[in-house]
């Protein structure tokens, strides 16, 4: 029974919790978290073709006489400023997943997290206000520079006192993302979004 040390908002650890076999507990499948992860593609890059830069409307130099190659642009991709060959344009990237491999990827990064000792549960978290100097006092307690902290339901005090702390993402228990499990150093869950994760995805 994989199990996770328990702390309070002190950063103290208070007792240890045991996890569902069934969701952290799994032999984790790095194919199918790969798959899911590349389907998170953005797919935002853009690059301008000769027929975008700006400039380039005057011949340079005579057509023929001047001993040198015969050139129409300057903007052509040879030259310096000159625009791109086959420019990469936004794309879509996504492919459809079965529902059970998405399951599947997400169990496996949650039980990786388990195994290597990164995810760390809170008996309450919460904060009185909106302090990000509380919430990195916290997460520096835990050893967490980069983290996802999870919550039972949307705490706008959480959210807004972890917006500004670099490489912290803030979920709700029932909308994890394999690729903010996978890309974070600590899984930092709520004790009572822990219960519902264990029975949403069991």
């Not at 952290?24 to 499948?29: R, V």
């Not at 005579?62 to 030259?79: E, F, H, I, L, V």
């Not at 496996?108 to 000792?117: D, E, I, P, T, V």
């Amino acid at each position: 029974m994989p199990k996770a040390i328990l702390v309070n908002m002190a950063g103290t650890q208070v007792g240890e919790v045991e996890l569902s076999e069934a969701v952290f507990g799994i032999e984790p499948n790095q194919t199918v978290v790969h798959e899911v992860v590349k389907n998170c593609r953005q797919g935002t890059q853009s690059a301008l073709t000769r027929a975008e830069v700006s400039g380039g409307g005057i011949k340079p130099w005579r057509q023929k006489g001047t001993g040198r190659a015969r050139q129409g642009s300057t903007r052509a991709p040879q030259w310096t400023h000159g625009g791109i060959v086959f420019a990469p344009k936004p794309r879509d990237y996504s492919y459809v997943l079965n529902k059970k491999v998405k399951r599947l990827a997400l169990k496996s990064a949650l039980s990786a997290k388990a195994a290597s000792g990164d995810i760390v549960v809170v008996d309450s978290l919460n904060l009185d206000e909106v302090k990000t100097k509380a919430m990195k006092g916290f997460l520096d307690t835990v050893g967490a520079k980069k983290a996802v902290v999870v919550t039972p339901e949307v705490n706008e005090t959480v959210i807004k006192s972890a917006r500004n702390i670099p490489g912290v993402v803030t979920t709700t228990a029932k909308i994890l993302s394999v690729y903010d499990i996978v890309n974070a150093g600590k899984f930092i869950v709520d004790k009572a979004a822990l219960a519902v994760i264990e029975e949403v995805f069991a």
